[in-house]
């Protein structure tokens, strides 16, 4: 007895459901980390600290400007010269650094990673990063909201720790940081889109082998 053609078209809702699952839980994980964040996630209370903030370009134009807003409690020590971007230090009244500017250009797809060294506050349980990325056309993109919002700022955790008696400024990222760092360029981004792609393809071809049941 020939099977109905509406039993024979739940495999196939089967396989496109799973195919669509498997290439949203690779891809969802990479867009959450496409945005300008400050790494190490976390440093001991008190201690020099190399920090890194990677900036991501998310649009279609480039980024031409981003802009960092130092905590009042976390002192700024010095910078790294990137090549290709103008740095200019914010500083108060007292000559305290309250942020930090950077000119330049960023294409489409691509990264950058601003280094710079601050001391740690001695207490409080996080720092929180304000960020303010300029693309090409004058779109700001403020990252200052809260954890879990579409434009989170970066947040680092504060720990209990033996403080560093100095910083490493060579530009070389320290080995004990190296896992904290998240994989956060656009590799992983780049290997989801990829394995959605790949993933759609073999679904169509599966389809057109399979095609339509005759009785």
Do not use: C, M
């Given at each position: 007895m020939p099977m109905s053609s509406a039993f024979r078209s739940v495999p196939r809702r089967a396989l496109v459901g799973a195919t669509l699952a498997v290439a949203a839980a690779l891809l969802l994980p990479s867009l959450a980390n496409a945005h300008v964040s400050v790494w190490?996630?976390?440093?001991?209370?008190?201690?020099?600290?190399?920090?890194?903030?990677?900036?991501?370009?998310?649009?279609?134009?480039?980024?031409?400007?981003?802009?960092?807003?130092?905590?009042?409690?976390?002192?700024?020590?010095?910078?790294?010269?990137?090549?290709?971007?103008?740095?200019?230090?914010?500083?108060d009244s007292a000559g305290k650094i309250t942020g930090a500017v950077w000119t330049g250009n960023l294409p489409p797809k691509r990264f950058v990673e601003f280094p710079f060294v601050a001391v740690n506050p001695k207490e409080?349980?996080?720092?929180?990063?304000?960020?303010?990325?300029?693309?090409?056309?004058?779109?700001?993109?403020?990252?200052?909201?809260?954890?879990?919002?579409?434009?989170?700022?970066?947040?680092?955790?504060?720990?209990?720790?033996?403080?560093?008696?100095?910083?490493?400024?060579?530009?070389?990222?320290?080995?004990?940081?190296?896992?904290?760092?998240?994989?956060?360029?656009?590799?992983?981004l780049y290997t989801s889109l990829a394995a959605l792609a790949l993933a759609l393809a073999s679904l169509g071809l599966s389809l057109r082998r399979t095609g339509p049941e005759r009785a």
């Open positions: 190490p996630k976390s440093a001991a209370h008190g201690s020099y600290e190399r920090y890194v903030v990677r900036v991501p370009n998310e649009k279609d134009v480039a980024t031409t400007r981003v802009e960092i807003r130092f905590p009042a409690e976390v002192r700024i020590s010095s910078f790294l010269d990137v090549a290709g971007w103008k740095l200019e230090v914010v500083t409080g349980e996080r720092v929180v990063w304000p960020a303010f990325q300029t693309y090409a056309g004058g779109t700001i993109v403020e990252w200052t909201g809260a954890e879990g919002s579409k434009t989170p700022a970066s947040v680092t955790t504060l720990t209990v720790g033996p403080a560093t008696a100095k910083a490493d400024t060579t530009g070389a990222a320290p080995a004990a940081n190296t896992s904290n760092s998240g994989g956060g360029s656009s590799l992983p």
